[in-house]
């Protein structure tokens, strides 16, 4: 699995990196190099020719520089110098049993190799396999710091037996065990503890008995003497400060840097902190008036921390740094009240832990041994800083076959003891540094004293530098240095040759010989004239290129097809396609294969046309379709031979009376049925007919050429199907019938409707009856005979 993961790593490394050269275009010829130093450091898929005469007339030197898969298409001398991988010490991880191996700790090995040299080129990974495991009975430093201030009285009676019942618990993890006691308190400062004379010798009130207060005392240098820490620590006396917050920053900082007075060995580091309040940090020493950094630096005498009143509280940045560079693992034991605290700090703390203090610290124990557990199970990888211009990334490969990659691919977790673990390393150059030397990084499992040191070199010039002829009379007498194929031109020379001075370049007597044919144009308006001599423009599309010595040709603007640069049958030079072999035209689109053109017979278009462009073009006007082989408005088989067919069968039809002459070309077989006629499969070349007469009888006939001996044979049916005449009775009777049948129902629908029509004329009539209105006992026409007349004069008197 090593051997392949490594492999695999790789080529899709390798892979990657031509990706990304396709993906952002020819970036080789954008870079216009001017030596080929600058040309590798492009990408690692960039060459420079070396050979002298490789530039065309009108190509920049910049030129020389390509993609390696163009660059061999045209030149047989490149320099295309590769990155390397050396394994300087490769010691085996150590097999290490539980208390039976004496090796001293600085013998143990858990990370394989451990020095390495790379030799980097820009844009090209080199990859290499690390591998750790995790030992066996590998020695403990453990160091408890502990808050002496008054609220952690109950806490202190538990801790003074902590020594020997600890070190009994982790005999079943590791047989070299130590452990040392640290205590801290806050910065004896106003407002952080009282200043008065009585408080600053008992800073408790009542009748407490207190020790004065203090910043951070180292009280045991680490000692795998149990009862010695027991005994010390039992003679701690606890003390007290005003402010919630205690000064547990202060005190990590002096155990993480004064590695001489707390007895660090070259081991696993643990710091247990343990506290039932919050942390100050740095800023807030400017309560006390104390303003000035903390140098990171140990101040201790005596085992006391002298300069609390002097540098402020660490940052939180600066103690993860601390932590790191001292491969210190920070076991954070609080009460359950400040648990999100300290749980948002572990986040910022790479290979730290916390666990829940009970209230008089009953359970230190089992707190440490399963926070050791948690921090020893999972390796974290990081690496010193980085070169610039350089990255670095982590594949692992862990344990039940998980592979993690991108930030999660500096990690393992779950590992047991002897467990292997195996992380694909790739670092990649993208520039070289500024003044090419070598570096060193060194990459290191946290909480690890050991690490794998790499030394890096940068290929930042090719081969053929060291080779240059300074002042070479290949440029132009001594005015450049003539390196991997080119000259390098001196301060104030330029020119292909080196062969003008800056003060010449804008010359009109240069510049007349950029112009073609005495033209107002300078190079074709292609290109810059540099020295008297055309050097073309790069277009934005790498591949499109101007050449010539006026800058008059290019490779882009020849007649297309297909939407294809001659047809993508040929190569565009100089405007005019030169056209690949079997291809002709100004576009390249004409093929001179004529295999598209046989017909099924083995002829070029049936004989009946020629071919041309791969196309058969028909000289009978008749003829059309891909090979000649359609012709619409000629006669079929069956009418090309229905006549000779009729009259060498039945003696009919028009050739009867030159039947003899004008049919004799075919064999011709009578049958009685048309189921004895030759079906498909039988005879080859075989065609069915079915043709009438001037009488309009049917008769059936097959056509068939037997191809081998050219032969043609005709079957006919010797009976024809005539149509039979019509029977007259029934004929007549079903006129006659049909006419009584229409008369008949004509009368009735007659009748019908006269029926309606009266029913129709009946019921108005009723309805208008109904509706009379005079009297009958009146004669309407009678008049009175009486008449009155009033004398218009009477008044009534």
Known sequence: MDLKSLFICTLLGCLLCYINAQQDGNDCIKANAKSCGECIQVGANCGWCTEPDFLKQGEPTSARCDVLESLKKRCTEIENPRGDKTVLLNKAVTNRNHGTDERKPEDITQIQPQKMALTLRSGEPQTFELKFKRAEDYPIDL???????????????????????????????????????????????????????????????????????????????????????????????????????????????????????????????????????????????????????????????????????????????????????????????????????????KNLIPKSAVGTLSSNSSNVIKLIIDAYNSLSSEVILENSKLPEGVTINYVSH?????????????????????????????????????????????????????????????????????????????????????????????????????????????????????????????????????????????RDNPNEIYSGKYCECDNFNCDRSNNMICGGNGECVCRVCKCSPNYTGSACDCSLNTSTCLAKNGQICNGRGNCECGTCKCTDPKFQGPTCEICPTCPGVCAEHKECVQCRTFGTGEKKDTCEADCSYFNLTKVNDRDKLPQP???????????????????????????????????????????????????????????????????????????????????KFEKEKMNAKWDTGENPIYKSAVTTVINPKYEGK
């Open 143 to 345: 160091y408890y710091l502990m808050d002496l201030s008054f609220s952690m009285k109950d806490d202190l009676e538990n801790v003074k037996n902590l020594g020997t019942n600890l070190m009994r618990e982790m005999q079943d993890i590791t047989s070299d065990f130590r452990i040392g006691f640290g205590s801290f308190v806050e910065k004896t400062v106003m407002p952080y503890i009282s200043t008065t004379p009585a408080k600053l010798l008992n800073p408790c009130t009542g009748d407490q008995n207190c020790t004065s207060p203090f910043s951070y005392k180292n009280v045991l240098k680490l000692t795998n003497n149990g009862n010695q820490f027991n005994t010390l620590v039992g003679q701690q006396q606890i003390s007290g400060n005003l402010d919630s917050p205690e000064g547990g920053f202060d005190a990590i900082m002096q155990v993480a840097v004064c590695g001489e007075h707390i007895g660090w060995r070259n081991v696993t580091r643990l710091l247990v902190f343990s506290t039932d309040a919050g942390f100050h940090f740095a800023g807030d020493g400017k309560l006390g008036g104390i303003v000035l950094p903390n140098d990171g630096k140990c101040h201790l005498e005596n085992g006391m921390y002298t300069m609390s009143h002097y540098y402020d509280y660490p940052s939180i940045a600066h103690l993860v740094q601390k932590l790191s560079d001292n491969n210190i693992q920070t076991i954070f034991a609080v009460t359950e009240e400040f648990q999100p605290v300290y749980k948002e700090l």
């Open 398 to 538: 862990c344990k039940n076959g998980l592979v993690n990659t991108g930030e999660n691919g500096r990690k393992c977790s779950n590992i047991s003891i002897g467990d292997e673990v195996m992380f694909n390393i790739s670092i990649t150059a993208h520039k070289c540094p500024k003044k090419g030397q070598d570096e060193t990084i060194k990459i290191k499992p946290l909480g690890f004293t050991e690490e794998v040191e790499i030394k890096l070199k940068f290929i930042c010039e090719c081969e053929c530098h060291d080779k240059g002829i300074p002042n070479s009379p290949k440029c132009n007498d001594g005015n450049g240095t003539f390196e991997c194929g080119a000259c390098r031109c001196n301060e104030g020379r330029i020119g292909r040759l080196c062969e003008c001075s800056t003060e010449e370049v804008n010359s009109d007597d240069l510049d007349a010989n950029c112009r073609r044919d005495n033209g107002t144009d300078i190079c074709s308006t292609n290109g810059d004239c540099i020295c008297g001599e055309c050097v073309c423009k790069k």
């Open 681 to 763: 499969g039988q005879a080859t070349a075989l065609t069915h007919c079915k043709e009438r007469d001037a009488s309009d009888c049917w008769f059936y006939f097959t056509y068939g050429v037997n191809n081998t001996e050219n032969d043609i044979h005709v079957h006919v049916v010797d009976v024809l199907e005539c149509p039979t005449g019509p029977d007259i009775i029934p004929i007549v009777a079903g006129v006659v019938a049909g006419i009584v049948l229409i008369g008949l129902a004509l009368l009735l629908i007659w009748k019908l409707l006269m029926i309606i029509h009266d029913r129709r004329e009946f019921a």
